[in-house]
Structure formats: structure tokens, C-alpha cells
């Protein structure tokens, strides 16, 4: 999830309480998706692009809170915020002793603060590196890239994370961007043997010797375009 999504209220853009069940914001959904339709604005174009701007964002609402596993990572990331505010916004007068004190218990606080979010955020990497792995094996690339790329904003000085973009990459025929990847892992790690290998791959792929990699990426864009499942 993006740093937007910790700020958004998905429940009240839906209009939703936050224990709603799955129906009741479907149809808060369906409801404000027919009310925010471009057809009702036939002569208007100035309401369409508002109405297309919020339905953007009723549609990533929607999209957030209608799946469990999404709803329950957002819900949690919700949490993570609260925490946030509440370790930000409290006060280190209230300890007592030298006059030293407010000082520690501030460099205290913001040092736990950083120590709950790294791990947060390496639990919920490892996650979307799990997704990931999954599309992948199962050849679905677009969403495999989105995936890894959300373990990448929250830990993106991780070298596997950039190894897994680097292959998805190549397996959709990106070699230049698999490069850049492969590249950006070798200078966070410059010994390792998945970047090489990923390299080396890359570079054979380069002088017209497809691997399996550019087959997959050929296949992976005749589904993209037919919106069917390619075997390979």
C-alpha cells in the first residue's frame, strides 16, 4: 500500500462504518458508482472530472476493503498510524528527573518508533514478496510487479526485492528494465549470486539468445492483450 493509503479513510469514503460486513460495502460501492457515473454528466464537463476524480478514489476504496486480505493488511497499517501519532504526539515532560530528561525520553521515543516501523515494515515486505513469488509461478506478471514493488517501497534497500523485479521484468521481455534492477541489487549487494546470475541471464538474452525468461514475456503479452490465460 502507498503512503496515501495510510492517510485515506477507505471506510468513510464508501460511507461505511469500520466493522461494515463485505455486502453492505458492496453495495455502498455499487451505490456510488452509479451516482458518480460519467454518463450523468453528459453536458457538464467540468462535474464529469470531478466525478471521475472521486470515483477513482471509490474505486480504490472499493478495491482495498472488498478483498479480506487487503481489508485486514489496511486495517492493520491503520493501526500501525494510530501508534504512530500516539508515540509522536506524546509528552516527555512527564518524566520525571534531571532536566536532561524531556531530551532522552524524546530520542527514546522517536528510537522506538523507528524500531516498530523497520519491523513492520520487513513483516509486511516479506509478505509482498510471498505474493509476489505466487503470481509469478502463476505467470501473472502485472500483478507480481505491483507486489514486489510495495516490498520495495517499504524496504528498498533489500537486494531480493530488486532481484524478483529484475526477473518478472525479463519474463515480460523488459531487459532494460531487469537491468536497471539487476544493477540497483549489485550496488546494495555487489557479491550477489542471484543479481549475477540475473545478469548474466539478462546480458544472453541481449545478444538473441532467448531463455526461458523472453518466452514467458512473449506469452505474458499475448494475455495481456487477449485477456486470457497463455500457456507456455
Known amino acids: 500500500m502507498t503512503e496515501l493509503e495510510f492517510e ?4 468513510a469514503i464508501l460511507g461505511v462504518e469500520d466493522e461494515a460486513a463485505p455486502e453492505d460495502i458492496r453495495k455502498a460501492y455499487l451505490k456510488l458508482a452509479k451516482k458518480l457515473h460519467p454518463d450523468r454528466f453528459p453536458n457538464d464537463e467540468q462535474g464529469k472530472q470531478a466525478a471521475q476524480a472521486e470515483f477513482r478514489r471509490v474505486t480504490q476504496a472499493h478495491y482495498v476493503l472488498g478483498e479480506p486480505e487487503r481489508r485486514a493488511e489496511y486495517d492493520r497499517l491503520r493501526q ?31 528510537q522506538s518508533q523507528t524500531a516498530v516501523d523497520e519491523t513492520i515494515n520487513q ?25 514486489i514493488k510495495e516490498a520495495i517501497r517499504l524496504v528498498p534497500n533489500e537486494a531480493k526485492f530488486r532481484n524478483k523485479l529484475a526477473e518478472i521484468y525479463l519474463a515480460r521481455g523488459w531487459k532494460t528494465y531487469a537491468m536497471t534492477e539487476v544493477q540497483a541489487a549489485l550496488k546494495l549487494d555487489p557479491k550477489d549470486p542471484d543479481a549475477r546470475n540475473l545478469e548474466a541471464k539478462i546480458k544472453a538474452a541481449g545478444r538473441g539468445m532467448p531463455g526461458k525468461g523472453e518466452k514467458k514475456g512473449f506469452f505474458s503479452q499475448l ?3 487477449f485477456g486470457g490465460k497463455t500457456k507456455v
Do not use: C, M, V
Open 123 to 147: 513483516k509486511w515486505a516479506a509478505k509482498h514478496l510471498g505474493r509476489a513469488d505466487d503470481y509469478y509461478r502463476r505467470r501473472h506478471y502485472k500483478e507480481a510487479e505491483t507486489a
Open 80 to 110: 500501525l498510524a494510530k501508534a504512530r501519532n500516539i508515540l509522536k504526539n506524546a509528552d516527555p515532560t512527564q518524566s520525571s528527573g534531571s532536566p536532561s530528561a524531556p531530551t532522552d525520553q524524546s530520542q527514546t521515543t522517536t
Open 223 to 225: 494475455k495481456d492483450l
Open 8 to 11: 485515506e479513510d477507505y471506510y
